[in-house]
């Protein structure tokens, strides 16, 4: 009897993406993608926001990019300007790899602020994690 090697390789190439990533932040990737479900604003705190672009630089130095990225807001109801200066940075720094991201499920006042920020220039905002996945892989 054959057993199975419990560690599969994503298809992203990348095993256990999770590992890399603050234990709040949900990730998962579905086909080439990825998507990471911020679970509160808390992680952009400034001290969890470091911590994060920590994580984030740690995912790019382990494994060359470019990416297909979703940033899944659904759990965070509002942020203050500093929250999406973080968000602003890390969008950045992924975008500076060649990696393509996509915003989905932000409220109202999320996507104003992004509007503000000037984020929705380079960084498309849709509804749905399904919709953004399908924008990536179109």
Same mark, same amino acid.
């Given at each position: ?37 911020? /679970?509160?604003? *808390? ?5 969890? =926001?470091?911590? #994060?672009?920590?994580? @984030?630089?740690? !995912? ?36 500076? /790899?060649?990696? *393509? ?5 932000? =409220?109202?006042? #999320?996507v104003e602020l @992004?509007?503000? !920020? ?5 960084v498309p905002v ?13």
């Amino acid at each position: 009897v054959g057993i199975e090697n419990p560690k599969r390789e994503s298809e992203t190439g990348i095993e256990n993406p999770v590992q890399y990533f603050p234990p709040d932040v949900s990730v998962d990737s579905t086909g080439s993608v990825f998507c990471i479900r911020f /679970t509160s604003r *808390e992680q952009f705190s400034f001290q969890d =926001g470091e911590m #994060l672009k920590l994580f @984030f630089g740690e !995912f790019v130095n382990e494994f060359p990019p470019p990416y297909q990225i979703v940033f899944n807001f659904a759990d965070v109801d509002y942020l203050t300007s500093e929250e999406v200066g973080i968000i602003a940075a890390v969008s950045q720094a992924f975008a500076d /790899t060649g990696s *393509e991201i996509v915003f989905c499920e932000s =409220g109202p006042q #999320l996507v104003e602020l @992004f509007t503000l !920020f000037n984020l929705t220039c380079t960084v498309p905002v849709v509804a749905t994690q399904d919709e953004a996945i399908a924008c990536l892989q179109s």
